[in-house]
């Protein structure tokens, strides 16, 4: 018998061990299911993280069955009170055509653009939070200061169109969306961050905190005035491989999703 190829260095090699394990869906119906309660589980994630800011902030995943559909979160709903029955599914147009909330028109430009432009990226994340925001200022890439770091070393990139200038305009979507070809994050200079997976949900949102969390770090060297040691770039590709592929994104927003369904009991609602 063939061994099973492993995904990555972090799969058990012992068997019968309790480890996180991709599901296998039977309909388009359970596989939906699964996405949308992700996403709501991304959206509680957000909350804790305090992601927040008024209506601002988005997230996407697109329909099993209909791929020209996406689920979002609805507008001006804070992401603690985002849970299944207030879920929207809208078309690339931003017409609504499930759901009894407005969408966010911004969420719509940037987002449409992207889902329609690549269809084979399945969610997508925009936040406007405090450590992402203020890197996107400086209109730099981020150093591979770390090993965290290094899972975005050759994958993310700055945007300086349209920056600063709010997104309500379908070129503006147009313009960020190209980015999205090779990258999966994107700096959007003087906006913030934008995350794409074409993996999960999951993989979507846990790659958004980490990328503001490598903001973070930044900033943190930039303010002591020490000039850090990069990781090299044969080391760093190296670490990006091993733990910053899709998969190492969707198994690191495992604990996450666990803990925002013990703390949120109401969310599958």
Known sequence: MDTPVKRSLYEPTQQNLIFPEMPAFSSHEEERRYRKEHLVGACRMFAKQKFD??????LTIRDPEHPDLYWTNPMAVPFSKVNMSNLILADHKGNVVQGDYAI?????VLHAAVHEEHPDILAMCHAHTIYGTAWAATGRELDPISQDAAAFFEDHCVIDEEAGKVAVEVQAG?????AFGKYRAAIHRNHGLLTASRHSIDAA???F????RCCQQ???IEASGIKPVLVPPDKARYS?????SEYIGWLHFQPHYQ???AENPDMLA
């Open 104 to 108: 966010n028109q911004a969420g719509f």
């Open 174 to 178: 147009g313009k960020v969306s190209a």
């Open 218 to 220: 930044q900033l943190l």
């Open 205 to 207: 949102a846990f790659w």
């Open 240 to 244: 990006r491989e091993h733990v910053g």
């Open 53 to 58: 800011y008024g209506f601002a902030g988005h």
């Open 209 to 212: 905190l980490a990328l503001e």
């Open 259 to 261: 803990e925002a369904l």
